[in-house]
């Protein structure tokens, strides 16, 4: 597409963000959609070949060459003469067929093949396949991006596992983290999703027109239908599915969809959270000289990538959830709800792709500000009023929350009065000793060892 035919475009994954999601395009677009039908269909011709009762001699080397050519080879070009062909067929899977048969009979000795094309199937067989192979190929971009940000993360949780940082529960201070840690927590979280996600089947059914192979026990009784198409099913790569209507029921795609918006999600807590520490001059943003921040404040440097990511994650999980749920649901045997349903499922992958390309990028352009985050904490001693008021139980000191709420709820204090105050209670001198080195910078627990624990499981 032309720089100003993207200027027409009415989604901008397909105009302003085009060249972002392009590894998706000849995938789950639909071009995509035809090449994977055009897959299914010579794949189980070749299967059906393959059956010494159904043909009486086997495809040839030669043969099956050509046919292999025809995917291999299938090209925009191609996709346009079935789009044609659908013109007067008004049918997107049969002008595949006919496609097909025009190949078989340029073809010196495929032409005898040509009843075996779409033999005993359903459009929905050859469209349950071809979106599960989609489904299949796009599932892996989406990893493979996901998993950038992963590593990304995790280069930033081992260089800032130390670096010790206030945390805030429920907007207010509280007990020191390190920034390692609270990074490393989205990545262990991701890690766990996207592995749901590589594991999540991807059903695929090749059983006629209502499920119960009846044209194909008809023509060919003696063969074993059930095990012939679930080897012909797994053979593509996808889990088979023996029980359906006349359509797959999408309970499998309903769970990757949701196993994706999950993932978005976490990466949604991700943007804000990055937004806010962006905001308190917790992380330097990148300085690009030719850059504009604001139309009218020139000082302004914004975390536009970020905010970027969470809008497109946004409608890519809007998209989802719905398709999550409404494809599972099919009046009777079959209806058409789900068919232009599914030709969104692009929308969703390409705005998925497009926000984790937005945080990626976004991450690459931010650096910790150390001494904002350090004087920060080193300012608020009253978070090291946990530790104190825990050891104050220890040693069976009576109300020792209710004394520590006294002198520090709601207030900045120092450190001389947190010692002043500490100094007083009724603890062993080892025990106040211990209490009075802690530091804000110091009392962060055991972060520093999770922010590393579980980046390589």
Known sequence: MTDSHRLLALSPLDGRYATKVNSL?????????????????????TTLCEHPSIATTP???????????????????DAAKIKQIEKTTNHDVKAAEYFLQDKLNQHPTL??????????????????????????DG????????????QSLGDMAKSYADLAMLSRTHGQTASPTTLGKEIANVLVRLKRELAHLQRCDILGTFNGAVGNYNAHVTAYPEIDWFHFTQHFVEDLGLTFNPMTTQIEPHDGLAQLLDNLARINTILIDLNKDMWSYISLDYFILQKQADEVGSSTMPHKINPIDFENSEGNLGIANALATHLARSLPISRLQRDLSDSTALRNLGSVFGYSLLAYSACLKGLSKVTANQAVITNDLEARWEVLAEAIQTVLRRYGVQDAYESLKELTRGKV?????????????????????????????????????????????
Not at 139 to 150: G, H, L, M, T, Y
Not at 415 to 420: D, K
Not at 429 to 452: C, E, F, H, N, R
Request: proline fraction near 4%; hydrophobic fraction near 45%; aromatic fraction near 8%.
């Open 413 to 457: 204090i120092s450190q001389t009065s947190l010692h002043e105050w500490l100094q007083q209670q009724p603890l062993p001198q080892p025990a106040k000793d211990q209490l009075i080195a802690l530091t804000p910078t110091t009392y962060t627990g055991l972060a520093s060892t999770l922010a590393v624990k579980y980046l390589d499981d």
């Open 25 to 45: 395009n000849h995938i789950m677009s639909e071009y995509g959609l035809i090449r994977y039908r055009i897959i299914v269909e010579i794949t189980w011709l």
């Open 111 to 136: 032409g005898n093949r040509i009843p075996l094309i779409h033999f005993a199937a359903t459009s929905e067989d050859i469209n349950n396949l071809a979106y599960a192979l989609m489904l299949k």
């Open 59 to 77: 495809l040839d080397s030669l043969e099956l060459d050509y046919l292999h050519a025809i995917i291999d080879q299938f090209s925009i070009e």
């Open 139 to 150: 599932r892996q971009v989406i990893a493979d991006e996901c998993s950038k940000i992963i």
